[in-house]
């Protein structure tokens, strides 16, 4: 497990920045991407980097479904990240469409993970 970070970006200004834990660098952009889709309504690309290493610049974010479905600990991995960007104080923490997506997660996720939210 790598400890990555995720620029979230709009034009060309970060609008918000997060940590998150992936177990390597294609988990990693496919949680990015994720997170990006859950608030486009404040950001429209991102960049994730591993410390000094860019592990994928300037992407714009890719549509995803409500149907995108994520078993385990990257469900719960989601979750936590989410929770966390809405406390963060960045602009995207202002995100309506991020608020639903972890509504949305939690509704679907196992008891435990509802519970404890």
């Known amino acids: 497990m790598s400890?990555?970070?995720v620029f979230f970006r709009s034009a060309s200004r970060i609008v918000g920045r997060h940590?998150?834990?992936a177990p390597d660098d294609q988990a990693a952009v496919t949680i990015a991407?994720?997170?990006?889709d859950a608030c486009s309504d404040r950001c429209d690309a991102f960049e994730v980097?591993?410390?000094?290493r860019c592990v994928l610049g300037h992407k714009p974010?890719?549509?995803?479904t409500a149907e995108v479905i994520l078993g385990g600990r990257s469900q719960d991995v989601l979750?936590?990240?989410e929770e966390a960007m809405q406390l963060s104080g960045w602009a995207i923490a202002s995100s309506e469409k991020l608020l639903k997506c972890v509504e949305e997660l939690r509704a679907s996720g196992p008891p435990r993970a509802r519970s404890e939210a």
């Open 19 to 21: 940590d998150f834990v």
């Open 61 to 64: 974010r890719s549509p995803h």
């Open 49 to 52: 980097w591993s410390g000094d």
């Open 33 to 36: 991407d994720v997170l990006c």
């Open 79 to 81: 979750i936590e990240c």
């Open 3 to 5: 400890t990555y970070r």
